[in-house]
């Protein structure tokens, strides 16, 4: 089986499980920031309904050119953040199904203001710059959430939000 077609069904629950806790993200509370050096959540929201769209880069082009001053996409709504991640869902989505395996193992690099980061094959890039900073940036975002008294859901099974459904009933 191809990378791309293995990875779809990991890509589609991960996605499942982002979009849960971007639908969570108050618009009054897009300036918070748990610390001087955390990033706001509405932009940290962002970033992370931008991610998936990465994937169009790293299967379309062979460098990544990201520009000193350049500015980043901060959603100005709930709406916005969630269109964004949705397009971007769909848009990366059908990459990864499309490439093939050659394709897959060729080199892809990301400069800043054209001094190289990092190359790599862009199959390593879609799982680990890709999905695995998502997720990272996902539970990042779960910290927040849980500062501001949001109930978390379940990722990989109950939150522990989730868990007072499984308790038994307090006796009387």
């Known amino acids: 089986m191809p990378f791309g077609q293995a990875l779809l069904p990991e890509y589609d629950?991960?996605?499942?499980?982002?979009r849960k806790m971007l639908e969570l993200v108050p618009e009054n509370q897009f300036d918070y920031k748990p610390h001087e050096k955390s990033m706001p959540m509405g932009r940290l929201a962002s970033h992370i309904a931008e991610l998936p769209g990465w994937t169009m880069s790293v299967l379309n082009d062979d460098v990544f050119e990201v520009q000193q001053g350049?500015?980043?996409?901060?959603?100005?709504?709930?709406q916005e953040l969630l269109e964004k991640f949705d397009q971007s869902v769909i848009a990366g989505r059908k990459q990864i199904a499309d490439a093939n395996d050659e394709h897959m193992a060729k080199m892809w690099s990301l400069n800043f203001a054209g001094k190289p980061v990092f190359s790599m094959p862009r199959a390593q890039v879609v799982r680990n710059m890709m999905m695995n900073h998502m997720i990272h940036h996902r539970a990042q975002l779960?910290?927040?959430?849980?500062?501001?008294e949001?109930?978390?859901?379940?990722?990989?099974?109950?939150?522990?939000?989730?868990?007072k459904f499984w308790a038994p009933p307090k006796q009387a």
């Open 13 to 18: 629950e991960e996605m499942k499980n982002t």
């Open 70 to 78: 350049q500015k980043p996409f901060i959603a100005g709504s709930r």
């Open 142 to 148: 779960g910290v927040y959430l849980r500062l501001n």
């Open 150 to 163: 949001i109930e978390i859901p379940g990722m990989y099974g109950p939150s522990a939000d989730e868990m």
